[in-house]
């Protein structure tokens, strides 16, 4: 599994994530990656990769798709907490 730390802006907060790619190919020919969102850093034990987006053609296609999936994921959990204020 290929691991790549970025680090996402959402408002005034800045949230270090951690992905993983796995990349499946047939006969050599280019394959699909599968997004995986680590649920901590790849060093500690305790991390989990959790599956969250598959069928990318491209290394750099995937960790774009990755980032604007959990960017707006954590838009959601923001806009939740600010309505239960």
């Known amino acids: 599994m290929y691991k790549v730390k970025r680090t996402i802006y959402l408002q005034d907060q800045s949230i270090d994530v951690w992905f993983g790619l796995v990349s499946k190919n047939k006969n050599g020919k280019n394959g699909k990656y599968t997004v995986y969102l680590l649920t901590d850093d790849p060093a500690k034990p305790l ?8 069928n990318i053609t491209s290394k750099d296609t995937a960790i774009r798709q990755g980032i604007a999936y959990v960017k707006f994921m954590f838009q959601e959990i923001l806009d939740n907490q600010q309505k239960q204020s």
Not at 47 to 54: K, Y
């Open 47 to 54: 991390n989990h990769a959790e599956p969250i987006l598959s």
